[in-house]
């Protein structure tokens, strides 16, 4: 738990947040990621770190997209709450979908 706890506030540190944000291509940021697990007495490289920041973004995206149904149980995941804080507002992590009712829709030659 405190690794995956090291992890997150690393990953959550709103730097990392940029670089992540600015780049396509992100090993050097995994690799600032590792190097600050390492400093916390962690023992990862930059591509494991990779693996579970994916690892927590898809388990945060399941339980994110399961509780957006209404007819769904409650879903959670292990550290939602800190997930939350870094993915809650960030387009990528949840598919939404958005539709403009404000006039009526002509797609059926009505």
């Excluded at 945060?60 to 007819?71: F, L, T």
């Excluded at 995941?77 to 507002?89: A, N, Q, S, V």
Aim: aromatic fraction near 6%; include cysteine.
């Amino acid at each position: 738990n405190s690794e995956v706890l090291d992890r997150i506030s690393v990953w959550g540190e709103e730097a990392v947040q940029s670089q992540l944000r600015s780049s396509c291509r992100n090993y050097n940021t995994f690799g600032h990621i590792s190097r600050a697990m390492t400093e916390r007495g962690h023992d990862r490289d930059a591509v494991q770190c990779r693996v579970k920041v994916k690892e927590l973004r898809y388990d945060y995206r399941k339980a994110r997209e399961a509780n957006g149904h209404s007819s769904a149980a409650l879903m959670t995941c292990k550290f939602y709450k800190e997930l939350h804080t870094i993915l809650g507002g960030d387009p990528t992590s949840t598919a939404t979908i958005t539709m403009d009712t404000s006039e009526p829709s002509t797609a059926r030659g009505e």
